[in-house]
């Protein structure tokens, strides 16, 4: 396959293994156009029986994925309050990297909150750079929650009570926290890091692909109840959209600065204050 007609992501193809890197400047904004990228090249690299193993990196250092476009999600349907019954083109695409018959992990070298911490929850390892790796998912603090998978794979990945500090706490998990609480596989030093998740790749790609496939066919076997989970998280994430609350905080985000890069960069500890709080004194 060609792997070419992309703008936000470059492809290197050797010995079974896809290297992907990720250039969306300035932030690795997840919006719709890097999310029409990642689904084309999910089809492609599911549907690519010479790739075996697929390495996410990112071409920012300060950045893997910023996470998702607020302005995109400000303009969602408020009034969606039914259980939905298909799952949505975000859930979609993270899914398709979950399930694929290819060993998915991602090298993270910067911030990955939101989405695209959510992308990197749904690949099937991650590992981080000491120093410079963070991750979290601010999304309650702005008055919604994740919507792409977090609530359901953070308590798979780490146990409800930490998923819940993650998801309720709303701050930025360094990469030596977030190994120690299973967020990530294994933090490293950032000059071990790409020669360490470059040799597993091409490790885990010199073994016979039906084994890959059907080892990861029967792992995903005992994550049956995830597709539902999913469903459930779109009916909660879209009942926060249609409250006012929620509203103000996106708006507030952004007119704060939100989405540029010095603003992301040290989002984490000023967030709540950034948001502010709506109630009165007496309430």
Do not use: W
């Amino acid at each position: 396959m060609a792997y070419d007609d992309y703008e936000l992501l470059t492809t290197k193809l050797d010995r079974g293994v896809a290297f992907v890197t990720i250039d969306h400047p300035p932030i690795n904004l997840f919006d719709v156009a890097l999310m029409v990228e990642l689904n084309r090249m999910g089809q492609e690299l599911e549907a690519d029986d010479d790739i075996r193993a697929v390495v996410f990196d990112s071409a920012n250092p300060d950045f893997f994925i910023a996470h998702a476009d607020v302005e995109m999600i400000e303009q969602l349907p408020a009034n969606e309050t039914e259980r939905p019954t298909e799952l949505n083109i975000f859930h979609v695409l993270l899914e398709r990297f979950r399930t694929m018959p290819k060993a998915t992990m991602a090298k993270i070298e910067g911030v990955a909150r939101g989405g695209g911490s959510e992308f990197l929850l749904a690949l099937d390892m991650r590992f981080a750079a000491l120093g410079k790796a963070v991750l979290s998912q601010p999304e309650v603090a702005l008055g919604i929650l994740p919507g792409g998978g977090g609530t359901q794979r953070l308590p798979r990945l780490l146990g409800r009570a930490r998923a819940l500090e993650v998801i309720l706490g709303c701050n930025d998990f360094p990469a030596d926290l977030a190994e120690r609480y299973g967020y990530v596989n294994r933090a490293l030093p950032s000059a071990e890091l790409g020669p360490f998740v470059e040799s597993l790749a091409y490790r885990i790609a010199s073994f016979p692909a039906h084994a890959i496939a059907q080892a990861k066919r029967a792992v995903i076997g005992g994550e049956s109840e995830v597709v539902d989970g999913l469903l459930g998280e779109a009916e909660c994430f879209n009942a926060t959209l249609g409250e006012d609350e929620a509203r103000r905080r996106m708006r507030a985000f952004m007119e704060a600065g939100g989405q540029t890069p010095a603003f992301e960069l040290a989002m984490g500890p000023q967030l709540a204050e950034t948001l502010g709080d709506s109630h009165d004194d007496g309430d």
